[in-house]
């Protein structure tokens, strides 16, 4: 029999959660699916929460689909902005924190640039935390979002082959998506310029190609990430032209290839990028399923992290 | 398995869903703008088995409209149990707008099951009317104002004590039984 709850009370990142967890968020996110294709998508779950979105780095989906799904289980919500705070005033993070829980908070939705954000306050606060993302570090709610499409598509990952693409080394999807790939049994693969990917990633099971062509030829699913300029300190492509013309997907490579393979891409799309807008809009892409089970997924870690939340019993 | 004393006979309980499927005709004649819906697991259970009946007795075949309803989601004692609630899918493919429910669940004890079913039947629409169907009726266990208006058996037994409504494969092993305080965990 499966299991019934998690195994651990926060979701910092997919390393730490179990095979069971994962199968367990799944299950939970199929029943939450079905809830927001009601004309009333609301349940009231969480109404005796609060949850605080704490984003110390932009996001524009991400932010939306945690609200969404914070509003859906009926948890109130208060958002907070790294660029309209008191941490421009220079105050530290676990002072920003301590304060906002102060105010009654039971749960913490958090994005932040720097990679170990949330492992450091989950030493030091009591409340459940769930990484929004963490510099360049994990991403789990879109890994696991990523791995539930696939399973709608294709069933069962296990032996399935997955290629990811792009700037594997600043990418938190990438590493949260090889984490959770690998943990249901699937194959997986990076693919980009030698520059945008990690030296050693071969060490966490992945295999590696140069070539795109050659990588669409091996896989089932391709994941496609964005470039992040914003990350790149120091010039790791020549030009966004070289890098398309080596790397970009277009619809006639993909009509090139020997079978049918299911495109994705965790967004913003840079259209013309790593992605020609006919691909996007095409049926190979299942980009809007992804974050439409984006808020189920969500939807399901709150619910089972907030049953790990002991309540006050009278 | 421990087992608990049987305190209702194969051949009584076909008798009883007998008597349930019957009393149902009687008041809902042709189903017309009325549907059951079973609440999981067990409810789901046993209106699948009335269903059957149902349908067996009448010109009811493929007529009767069914959902299934979870409740996980519902509780008012989500986070104060001992044990996390397991979630099950809802099937209710059609809207409760105007229509007549019969609500069905294998056991009433505390009523906070029905209480979180009522509440979320309105989430599809508001019915015309809710009826509830259960096989035992635990009456003197109850911590909400609520009722059945179609019983199978009425049980009086302790607060510790636990009832199972037993399916078997075959229709003739259907049984309910009843556990001590100790054995209940089994």
Known sequence: ?314 | MASGRVILSPSKFNFVLERLTHQLIENYGDFDNTCIVGIQEKGVRLSQNLIKLLESKSDLKNKIEFGKLDISFYRDDFRLRDQPIKVSPTDLEFSLEGKKVILIDDVLYSGRTIQAALAALQDFGRPLKVELLVMVDRRFNRQLPIHPDYTGIVVDALDEAYVRVVWGDDKNDHRIRIFSAENRKV
Not at chain 1, 32 to 57: G, H, M, Q, W
Not at chain 1, 60 to 69: D, G, K, V, Y
Not at chain 1, 230 to 244: F, H, M, N, V
Request: proline content about 4%; overall charge neutral.
């Open chain 1, 1 to 314: 029999m499966s299991a019934l709850e998690m195994s651990t009370k926060h979701l910092l990142g997919i390393k730490y959660i179990t095979r069971e967890d994962i199968d367990l968020i799944f299950s939970t996110a199929e029943n939450f699916k079905e809830v927001i294709n009601r004309p009333i998508k609301k349940v009231p779950s969480l109404r005796d929460i609060t949850i605080a979105n704490l984003f110390f780095e932009n996001s524009t989906r991400t932010r939306i689909s945690f609200e969404l799904a914070e509003k859906r289980l009926s948890a109130d919500v208060v958002n907070f902005s790294a660029s309209s705070s008191s941490v421009k005033k220079g105050e530290t993070l676990l002072d920003t924190v301590n304060n906002i829980l102060s105010m009654k908070v039971d749960m913490i939705v958090m994005r932040h640039p720097a990679p170990g954000a949330h492992a450091f306050l989950a030493n030091h606060i009591d409340v459940n935390i769930i990484n929004a993302g963490d510099g360049t570090h994990e991403h789990p709610t879109q890994a696991l979002l990523d791995a539930f499409s696939m399973r709608e598509k294709l069933g069962d990952l296990k032996g399935k082959k997955v290629v990811i693409v792009g700037d594997i080394l600043h990418s938190r999807v990438a590493l949260s998506n090889i984490f959770c790939l690998k943990k249901l049994g699937a194959e997986v693969m990076v693919c980009g310029p030698p520059t945008l990917i990690p030296k050693h990633i071969k060490m966490l099971g992945v295999e590696v190609s140069y070539n795109i062509r050659e990588a669409l030829e091996w896989c089932d699913v391709a994941n496609v990430l964005r470039i992040q300029l914003e990350r790149q300190d120091i010039k790791y492509i020549p030009s966004l032209r070289e890098y398309s013309s080596y790397f970009g997907i277009d619809l006639e490579l993909l009509n090139s290839l020997k079978k049918d393979i299911i495109i994705m891409h965790p967004g913003p799309i840079n259209r013309g990028v790593e992605l020609s807008g006919d691909v996007a809009d095409s049926e190979h892409s299942i980009i809007l399923d992804q974050v439409e089970n984006g808020v189920a997924i969500r939807m399901a870690v709150l619910y089972l992290l907030a049953s790990k939340r002991n309540v006050i019993k009278a």
